[in-house]
């Protein structure tokens, strides 16, 4: 999915998505395409940016396999699930979803690791940056945690806060210590975020 920027070509705009709390409900850990539950909006939330010029890019925390209940492959193959059921409804895929397996106290050995992707860090906003030729000043966060917010933010884009998500549960643990400035528009839905950003 991803490919390297090409010297000399425009960079361009995109929106990162972080996935729990935005493209599905969240009900905690996501281990079974079964349990996901995609909001009615976000089919054609996704086909409006899409249409607006925007490069639709996933950005995920993704303990599931860090707590050894999915491996990398699984994951992936579950987000391919939940991107194909969003284009049965009227959506668009992804153009990359980065992902990151790492958690200061995962159970699996592997991945107990302090590292730069995993959100309030912009690892992965970076990563996709540089490997898809993307401008982050003309690019969005879109996540439902403050983390999400500092992510976007340290990555050099606007935010999007959606207050969709668990926003009873505990701050995301990093090693990072991060308290965002105010995100840039605050809304309920994906749709509400797309009418925002193209009208």
């Not at 409900?25 to 899409?50: C, N, S, T, W």
């Not at 668009?92 to 979803?97: D, E, I, R, S």
């Not at 106290?105 to 592997?110: G, K, Y």
């Not at 050099?156 to 207050?163: D, I, N, Q, S």
Request: hydrophobic share 45%; charged share 20%.
């Amino acid at each position: 999915m991803s490919t390297p920027e090409v010297e000399g070509t425009p960079r361009r705009r995109a929106v990162f998505l972080d996935r729990d709390g935005v493209l599905v409900h969240d009900r905690g850990p996501l281990a079974r395409f079964e349990d996901a539950e995609i909001p009615d909006d976000v089919p054609a939330a996704l086909a409006r940016l899409h249409a607006a010029g925007y490069v639709l890019v996933g950005i995920s925390n993704q303990t599931v396999i860090a707590r050894g209940l999915l491996d990398e492959l699984a994951v992936r193959t579950l987000q391919q699930r939940i991107e194909a059921t969003i284009v049965e409804r009227g959506g668009v895929p992804l153009a990359a979803f980065y992902l990151c397996p790492h958690h200061p106290n995962a159970d699996l050995e592997a991945y107990r690791v302090a590292c730069t992707c995993r959100k309030p860090a912009p690892g992965m906003l970076l990563r996709a940056i540089a490997e898809l030729g993307l401008d982050p000043h003309e690019s969005i966060m879109i996540g439902d945690r403050p983390s999400d917010v500092a992510a976007g933010q340290a990555a050099g884009c606007r935010t999007v806060w959606l207050h969709s998500g668990r926003h009873d549960d505990p701050a995301i643990v990093s090693a990072l210590r991060v308290t965002p400035a105010p995100a840039d528009h605050c809304c309920s839905t994906l749709m509400e975020a797309a009418q925002w950003l193209v009208g």
